[in-house]
């Protein structure tokens, strides 16, 4: 299987890591969590000359949906996301109003604030990109849907982890125990030198976490 190539761009207010996720071999590309700065996205794409297959969605918060409409309309590639964030998704223009962040909207006469998704995502299923696959996995906890994809020793994981830190559990959905749960269920069994590539921050490792995360060891209790 061939390995990905993994590009950050960290964009927006709040400092998001959108991640394209590339098969060098075959120039395909997805896009996971687009925010605020789709043009970013779009012309790093076009720079590489890689051709945009789909956005793959880790959840649906505003600061990792801004994006999606934008590169939608630009691209019309599906949108890949857990049904269980779809109530998030419909309601991105809330969102952004309460945190002050302007979104593009979808073209009349779509009734959701941005295109509907297009696929629904669950645990066991497997997401390509040319020749490299990943494995979904549903970890919810910081939003009802949250997923991780899992390539071959890399882990896309959203807001579930950070490097010493795991995401809010205090917005609508959230739940600590549930986040734990997914967090050492299924991250925590992944091998050590697994690449965790986060939603916001650094890099960090899966043995880098289980042994130091103060959260993961019970240092600190996640309430």
């Not at 394209?20 to 605020?36: C, F, K, N, Y």
């Not at 970013?40 to 945009?52: K, N």
């Not at 497997?126 to 071959?152: Q, W, Y």
């Not at 130091?212 to 019970?218: D, E, I, K, L, W």
Request: hydrophobic share 40%; aromatic share 6%.
């Amino acid at each position: 299987m061939a390995q990905p190539e993994i590009v950050c761009l960290t964009n927006g207010a709040f400092a998001e890591n959108c991640y394209l996720v590339a098969d060098r071999q075959s120039g395909d590309v997805v896009i996971v969590d687009p925010g605020e700065e789709a043009d970013l996205f779009l012309r790093r794409i076009e720079t590489e000359a890689w051709t945009l297959r789909a956005i793959w969605l880790t959840h649906a918060h505003l600061d990792h949906i801004a994006g999606v409409a934008h590169v939608v309309n630009a691209t019309h590639v599906d949108v890949y996301l857990h049904p269980d964030d779809r109530q998030l998704y419909d309601s991105v223009l809330e969102q952004a109003k309460w945190l002050g962040v302007e979104v593009e909207a979808a073209p009349a006469p779509a009734p959701a604030p941005a295109p509907a998704p297009s696929q629904s995502l669950a645990s066991g299923d497997t997401v390509t990109v040319g020749d490299c696959a990943f494995t979904v996995a549903h970890t919810p906890g910081h939003s009802p849907g949250s997923v991780t994809f899992i390539g071959d020793g890399v882990a896309l994981v959203g807001d579930v982890l950070f490097a010493g830190s795991v995401g809010r559990v205090d917005l609508p959905g959230g739940d600590g125990a549930t986040l734990l749960n997914s967090i050492n269920q299924t991250l925590m069994s992944l091998p050590d030198d697994t690449i965790v590539y986060p939603g916001h921050g650094p890099p960090t490792t899966v043995g880098q976490e289980r042994r130091n995360n103060p959260f993961v060891t019970g240092a600190i209790p996640l309430e």
